[in-house]
């Protein structure tokens, strides 16, 4: 606010917003809170897409002492109903696009005492407040600031509590990650719910970069806005990306000024990054790793200055889970907690301390200590390292296809398959079988206008994957794969199916 104050902080559709302007808004809706009741600790939910009021809410709320809790807004009534009353939140400031949803929910949570739509409603109670600088040595920085339900894609959502100093601790190890910061224009197109925004939220104000609101993705308006604003940087699940890489509108649009993608979310391939950075001309692109409870960028494949023999190592290795950010300490792990070897082979799962791991799940003391080992963070993700410390997924602890005794990584198996031009998106999940226990299943959706047979993907795969991680089974659809709301392919349902009663549907 002080720092960068002339600059432009944040763009939202029309609006734009310097710091000195953004940061008075956050002020006045802090002293606004207060007014309202809103006590210390107390939990304020957002229901609403990328906005400049949400962005608001990620200094006005805690400023207020209050809990900051972006809901996911793609979740189901039930889902939103649950996740609202576990938190016991007491105002609920929503777009109007969920009005409908609102309504029905309101009656079923007499907890939240205040209902404030984006609007004149919001803009009344903004109006209402006044701007006051945070004594901020007066805040206990262990105490919780933020909350963050978990997709709830592998089981019932726990809600990640991240006190002030992880998220602080976070923020600046994000923002080490970032070159040229002087001038970053950052399009926020990862949903601000998602995971604490991936970090960006406080990565970006803390740097003063432009902030664009990205509040629907659809690949022709990601374009116009990197064309109109001159974007840099960028985030993306992979299933976003191969939407940007497919779209034909790509070529309408002056998108010279891409200097960094950063994927993650969900495994990403060397064909990937090869594909983005031919595509993309001057724009690098690198994975990155992170959990909700992890704040959540706790790895990244950035260079790190060790030398590439080809282009085609670079792209593995920046396809690659990554090393460790600064100030977090990453181990693969065996079920004794002792390293597994640095070979890139040993398979074992990825356990993570440091500042930016939540403080715990929010009343929930058994969640917590049934994912924690002392100050570890047991992560579910099993992997494999190496010498330079590079760790690489393979696969969910429970998504491992064991068959006849061997393991195979769904994660491995997807990556070969989407290598193939003809392949626009690919899940692999395990499917009954009387003789090997279970095998791998492909779900296979090609891009528009292309041909491709089972014959024809089961020859490409010869030579890039072991004969008995080949999938016995192939399904072709025209239509995307079912995906949560923060874009990750919902293997879970395409699995379910499979093991329904057991049917064997293997065919030779």
């Not at 606004?32 to 962005?55: H, K, W």
């Not at 794969?481 to 879970?492: D, F, H, Q, S, V």
């Amino acid at each position: 606010m002080d720092v960068f104050g002339s600059k432009t902080g944040a763009v939202s559709g029309d609006r734009q917003l310097t710091y000195a302007q953004f940061g008075e808004r956050a002020e006045r809706l802090a002293d606004a809170l207060t007014q309202r009741g809103i006590q210390p600790g107390d939990r304020v939910a957002y229901l609403s897409f990328n906005n400049n009021e949400l962005l608001e809410g990620y200094y006005g709320v805690i400023q207020a002492r209050a809990i900051v809790m972006p809901l996911n807004v793609r979740l189901a009534e039930g889902e939103l109903g649950a996740i609202l009353a576990h938190s016991g939140a007491r105002m609920v400031i929503f777009e109007n696009d969920f009005l409908p949803l609102v309504e029905r929910l309101r009656p079923r949570l007499p907890d939240a005492k205040h209902w404030i739509e984006i609007g004149p409603a919001y803009e009344e109670m903004i109006a209402s407040g006044v701007p006051r600088r945070a004594d901020i040595f007066s805040y206990d920085e262990m105490s919780i600031a933020e909350l963050f339900y978990t997709s709830g894609s592998t089981g019932t959502p726990k809600g990640a509590t991240l006190s002030h100093r992880t998220i602080c601790m976070h923020g600046l190890s994000v923002a080490l990650q970032c070159h040229r910061p002087e001038n970053i224009v950052d399009l926020h197109t990862i949903p601000l719910f998602h995971a604490n925004g991936w970090g960006r939220p406080q990565a970006s104000t803390l740097l003063g970069s432009k902030q664009v609101m990205v509040r629907r993705f659809e690949p022709e308006t990601v374009f116009r806005l990197i064309q109109e604003h001159r974007a840099t940087d960028m985030s993306l699940v992979p299933t976003m990306a191969n939407a940007l890489l497919n779209s034909p509108a790509r070529d309408k649009y002056d998108l010279s000024s891409l200097r960094r993608m950063m994927t993650g979310g969900a495994a990403s391939s060397p064909a990937l990054v090869e594909r983005w950075e031919k595509a993309f001309p001057g724009c690098e692109c690198c994975a990155g790793y992170g959990l909700t409870e992890t704040s959540p960028v706790i790895t990244t494949a950035l260079w790190k200055g060790i030398e590439y023999g080809s282009d085609e190592e670079r792209w593995r290795r920046q396809a690659m889970t990554g090393w460790a950010v600064p100030g977090a300490d990453v181990r693969v792990v065996d079920s004794e907690m002792r390293d597994v070897p640095r070979d890139g082979k040993t398979i074992g799962e990825i356990v993570v301390q440091g500042d930016q791991v939540m403080d715990g799940y929010f009343r929930d003391p058994e969640g917590t200590r049934a994912a924690m080992t002392g100050t570890w963070l047991h992560t579910g993700d099993m992997a494999v390292w190496d010498e330079e410390s590079y760790v690489n997924i393979v696969d969910r602890k429970k998504e491992i296809i064991i068959s006849g005794g061997e393991n195979i990584s769904s994660i491995e198996v997807e990556s070969a398959i989407q290598a193939h031009p003809a392949v626009m998106e690919c899940a692999v999940v395990s499917a009954p079988d009387d003789k090997w226990g279970e095998v791998p299943a492909a779900i296979v959706v090609r891009k528009a206008g292309y041909g491709l047979s089972e014959d024809e993907l089961r020859s490409f795969l010869e030579g890039r994957l072991s004969r008995f991680k080949h999938p016995r089974i192939f399904e072709f659809r025209d239509e995307a794969l079912p995906k949560t709301g923060t874009g990750k392919i919902r293997k879970m349902i395409l699995k379910e199916r499979f093991w329904t009663g057991k049917e064997k549907r293997i065919q030779g």
